[in-house]
């Protein structure tokens, strides 16, 4: 897969919780992205803190984390043009508060911390996240 081609989503596990799965593949599917990986996993509160490593400074951290590793997230690396740009305008900004009408955030996230879904910030963040929840054998380019 290109550079450029696919970004990693996660859907959180409140969204996951709230049975909010299926109609936020919908609207991933509605945008015009196909799954070329997908399993569903439980982080341990290690691995939360790996992945999101990069904010182990923030005051949000420790309850960020927490959250993370408190049930099944849906893992996924999605493929379309310029994949990372396009799916974070689709998910919309961090806070739903401030997320724009028609994003995923904007009609599934409770909170700042519970707001129902990821998407990679850059090309390198979207292949080290793949590489973090799938092996090259689970990753079905098409
Ligand atoms: N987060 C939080 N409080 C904050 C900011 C962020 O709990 O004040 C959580 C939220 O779940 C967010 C994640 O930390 O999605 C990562 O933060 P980032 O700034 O990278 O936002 P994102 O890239 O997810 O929009
Ligand atoms: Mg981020």
């Known amino acids: 897969m290109k550079t ?18 299926v109609p936020i593949l919908h609207e991933i599917n509605l ?14 509160r290690l691995q939360a803190e790996k992945f999101y ?15 993370m590793s408190s049930g099944p997230v849906l893992a996924a690396v999605l493929r379309k043009e310029n994949a990372v740009s396009e799916f974070r305008k689709l998910i919309g900004n961090t ?16 909170s700042v911390q519970e707001n129902a879904i990821h998407g990679s910030d850059s090309d390198e963040n979207a292949l080290k996240e793949s590489c973090f929840f799938f092996s090259q054998f689970e990753i079905f380019p098409h």
């Open 53 to 67: 490593e990069i904010h182990n400074d923030k005051p949000f951290f420790e309850d960020l984390v927490s959250f």
């Open 95 to 110: 806070n739903p508060q401030n997320a724009e009408e028609g994003t995923i955030r904007k009609k599934f996230a409770i």
């Open 31 to 44: 945008a015009g992205f196909n799954v070329v990986a997908m399993k569903m996993t439980r982080l341990s």
């Open 4 to 21: 450029g081609e696919f970004t990693f989503t996660m859907i959180k596990p409140t969204a996951v919780r709230l049975g909010k799965l």
